[in-house]
């Protein structure tokens, strides 16, 4: 907004940081459910509004000075639309409910999409609802289906918690710029960038460059595993498919048992962040050759496992893995 250029000169940086500041001790939504109420929404004309506010002090001046009631009626009448319009804006956003929804992880230079529910506390039928900056190079998230929808990129791993955020319009004229700051208690778990560095994983089987093997025939039964793609349909375990609907198998003493240990000291060569993001790109492999994997990090450890949920754990342990850069 033409406000916004004007407090990026450096004359008026002081200003900005004083403004700032006010605005922070301002913001009463806060919350994970929030309702916007009047006193901390805000209106002031667009450029346009500008330029119909000097077009219309011409037309008074004109209308003045050749005393012509037809310019003084098209001048109050158009005024009367603009300020009718300035209210019209202002219920737009004053009495909503927003709440933001559960947010999946996402991966290191992805761009994180939160989702607010959005409802109206009167019969009023809002419009034209924006989220974020409208000068952004991403476009601001718009109200779709009783929804509020916002994308923000985010560069690194760790837990990326949503800064203030703007909810804005310029319904219906486009006259006014309506807006309100909210500050919400969510995020999202942002997971290191999988990264394959060339380091041969074969030699992490088993945490010492072992694989683990027990071969003493194919008769004896062991007992059941979680299905493999490779697995023979004699295998399937179709008593317990039946059972429990979860595809397994029978594993027999003859089966080899392989599985990998992924240590973090052991990429001595890697800085840390690219360690992390080489176990995150080894995760997703061991996921996807099926073969179970333990997770080693300096302050914790995870046992063996496999399956989307042990994914899930261990890549949210890389993602809040405090190591030294």
């Known amino acids: 907004m033409w406000f916004e250029d004007i407090g990026k000169w450096r004359v008026f940086a002081p200003v900005r ?31 346009f509004g500008l ?25 109050f009448l158009v ?20 709440a933001p929804k559960p947010v999946l992880p996402i991966y290191a230079g992805q761009s ?11 019969a009023r ?27 923000t990129p985010v560069l690194e791993r760790g837990y990326f918690s949503l800064p203030r955020t703007r909810l804005w319009t310029c319904y219906p004229f486009g006259l006014f710029f309506v807006w309100s700051w909210l500050r919400f208690d969510t995020g999202v778990i942002v997971y290191p960038k999988p990264i394959d560095f060339g380091v041969p994983l074969s030699e992490l089987a088993d945490g010492t460059g072992q694989r683990s093997a027990q071969v003493t025939g194919d008769d004896d039964f062991a007992g059941i595993r979680r299905y493999q793609i490779t697995d023979s349909p004699n295998r399937i375990a179709w008593k317990s498919l039946a059972h429990s609907r979860e595809w397994m198998s029978k594993a027999f003493e003859g089966t080899l048992s392989e ?52 994914q899930a754990q261990c890549l949210e342990a890389l993602a809040l893995c405090e190591v030294a850069s």
């Open 17 to 47: 940081q004083r403004v700032n500041r006010w605005t922070n001790q301002r913001i009463r939504h806060s919350g994970t459910s929030i309702v916007t109420h009047g006193r901390s929404i805000y209106v002031i004309p667009t450029r």
């Open 51 to 75: 330029m119909l506010a000097a077009l219309l002090f011409l037309l008074l001046l004109g209308a003045m000075n050749y005393t012509n009631s037809m310019a003084f009626m098209l001048t």
């Open 79 to 98: 005024t009367s639309i603009a300020i009718l319009g300035m209210h019209f804006s202002y219920a737009n956003l004053v009495k909503l409910e927003i």
């Open 112 to 122: 994180a999409r939160f989702i607010f529910s959005v409802k109206s506390l009167n």
């Open 125 to 151: 039928q809002r419009e034209m609802l924006w989220l974020g900056n409208p000068e952004e190079e991403q476009p601001p998230g718009s109200t779709s289906d009783g929804e509020l929808v916002y994308d």
């Open 259 to 310: 599985h990998r240990w992924l240590d973090y000291q052991q990429l001595d060569d890697l800085s840390p962040e690219q360690r992390l993001s080489q176990l995150a790109y080894w995760i997703l492999e061991s996921e996807r050759e099926h073969v179970p994997y333990g997770l080693r990090l300096p302050q914790k450890e995870l046992a063996l496992g496999s399956g989307l949920r042990h």
